[in-house]
């Protein structure tokens, strides 16, 4: 593989020449893509020596560096011409933004309740495929096993979580996203429904994968397509930069600055695009 400014290769596969071209078109968004990932690496540099200050700061921690791991996906899947499927990958972190803020209503006890779930999920998938009346032959021994071990993990924990299909705070994603104002319920109501539609191949969303075809009748896609990807990159970076706002709060990185620079820089590149591409918004 061919080497490339800063370090890194050229992706390991092959798209149409004509995607390619197309895909171009957001290179203008690109560099306010790596100020931002690189504003993401300091903050994990700062957050390191204090991710055992307590339970809350270590749950912020292992949600950052899950959301962090799933925009460099959602990037990387739209520079390849997957806009649609990246877009997808935003429900996981609109998701990842709910919790941390509503953890952040109540640092202690709903940081270790997050925490505490972990086991107690196991237990109740584990309990639930128990009992089925039929299992393939040598499952029922293997979860036995498990709930052996589970169950006195978790004895004095399952009176957090009396109801087994509620997570680990008992509430669902809408809920949560209610009880941290407007704001966050509008996102849920106006952004996430779009999200969750291309994750789970929703009608409503067809139509980001439906393609004109030069006699003018439709198609779908089944490989890379630049339809979608200009959204996804706006869409992705958006969502991962409000986790970045929130994580500097959270552990007084002051890298405010660095995070709003990228910000504008997106911005700014995001709307000469827009001036420049309109038939990507189409």
């Not at 921690?61 to 499927?85: E, H, N, P, V």
């Not at 941290?180 to 994968?209: F, Q």
Request: net charge positive.
């Amino acid at each position: 593989m061919a080497q490339t400014p800063g370090g890194y290769v050229d992706v390991p596969f092959k798209i149409p020449s004509e995607i390619a071209a197309k895909l171009s078109k957001l290179d203008e968004v690109v560099e306010g893509l790596n100020e931002l990932k690189e504003a993401a690496e300091a903050l994990l540099d700062r957050m390191r020596s204090k991710v055992t200050d307590s339970h809350y700061k270590l749950v912020a921690y292992i949600i950052f560096t899950k959301g962090f791991k799933t925009f460099q996906a959602a990037q990387l899947l739209c520079r390849s011409g997957y806009g649609s499927d990246a877009l997808s990958l935003c429900a996981s972190l609109f998701e990842n933004i709910i919790d941390l803020l509503y953890i952040g209503k109540g640092p202690v006890r709903r940081a270790m309740r997050y925490e505490q779930f972990e086991q107690v999920e196991k237990f109740y998938k584990a309990r639930k495929i128990l009992k089925k009346k039929r299992l393939p032959r040598g499952v029922r021994k293997r979860y036995v096993g498990y709930m052996r071990s589970l169950t006195p993990q978790v004895a004095k924990l399952l009176q957090h979580f009396p109801d087994d299909n509620k997570g680990w705070c008992q509430k669902s994603l809408f809920q949560r996203a209610k009880a941290l104002g407007v704001r966050a319920e509008l996102d849920y109501n106006e952004k996430y429904w779009i999200y969750c539609g291309h994750k789970h191949t929703l009608p409503m969303a067809v139509s980001g994968w439906m393609i004109d075809l030069p006699d003018g009748s439709l198609d779908v896609t089944c490989g890379p397509d630049a339809k979608e990807a200009f959204n996804a990159v706006k869409e992705s970076a958006e969502l991962f930069l409000q986790l970045c706002f929130v994580i500097d709060d959270i552990f007084s990185t002051s890298l405010k600055t660095e995070i709003e620079s990228a910000q504008r820089k997106i911005s700014a590149a995001a709307e000469a695009v827009r001036q420049k591409y309109p038939e990507l918004l189409n």
